[in-house]
């Protein structure tokens, strides 16, 4: 596997991670063998290490340092709120035009933190598909911007408002999972890491990077009939 490069210097590197490939090898996830760290440091030939996450499911911009000094400077910047993060993402139902998320959310050990996250919706689509009571579905498509950088915030969230994710396992809803799977094969997570936009830690520079949306995001609006869409 060859990792799509987005942007590279001799300080960081940006890559459009795939879905259903881990960031590094984890406890929970012992069944996978392949690493986006591991397959970047191969293909670069150099250390890297990455300076925050992306699940399993979610595609789209990773970020990894080149060296340790610019690694600190990277999770400071995480740290202090001054990185900002667009996704996209395929929800349930019809969601409002905008909205704020201010819902606090809990870490593994209980810890209670705040969590905020804002959207807009960018497209609507209603097809003729009969499930449970309603005689069709409907889906909605989402910009989200999380102002907070907690453990699967965006999948939670949504969740909260009862406009689950497709294809979330923990958070969203596995009747639709199971809908998206036996009708069209479908079996990841519609949550796509669209884009980052940071000041380098090094050059000063303003940077923006953006990841084009995968295949399988791409088949997925076609078949629930976005139709065209301005992203």
């Not at 392949?34 to 670069?44: C, N």
């Not at 609507?124 to 409907?138: C, D, E, K, V, Y």
């Not at 884009?195 to 084009?212: F, R």
């Amino acid at each position: 596997m060859l990792l799509e490069i987005l942007y590279q210097d001799e300080y960081m590197v940006a890559i459009n991670k795939p879905h259903n490939l881990l960031v590094h090898q984890s406890s929970i996830a012992r069944d996978a063998t392949e690493f986006a760290l591991q397959i970047l440091r191969d293909q670069i030939s150099q250390w890297v290490s990455p300076v925050h996450r992306l699940d399993r499911k979610t595609a789209g911009v990773l970020l990894f340092a080149l060296d340790k000094e610019t690694e600190k400077l990277m999770n400071q910047q995480f740290a202090n709120g001054l990185i900002s993060k667009k996704y996209l993402a395929i929800v349930r139902g019809f969601t409002a035009d905008e909205q704020d998320i201010d819902y606090p959310l809990r870490k593994e050990n209980g810890t209670l933190q705040d969590a905020f996250t804002s959207y807009k919706t960018l497209a609507r689509t209603q097809i003729n598909l009969a499930f449970g009571n309603n005689p069709t579905s409907r889906y909605s498509l989402v910009q989200a911007k999380p102002t907070t950088g907690r453990m699967h915030q965006l999948r939670k969230h949504f969740a909260h408002i009862h406009h689950p994710i497709i294809g979330d396992r923990p958070h969203g809803c596995n009747k639709q999972n199971k809908l998206f799977k036996d009708k069209w094969a479908m079996d990841t997570m519609m949550l796509h890491a669209a884009e980052i936009a940071y000041t380098h830690p090094i050059t000063q520079q303003n940077l923006v990077i953006t990841a084009q949306l995968s295949d399988e995001f791409i088949r997925v609006l076609e078949f629930l009939e976005f139709g065209d869409i301005n992203i």
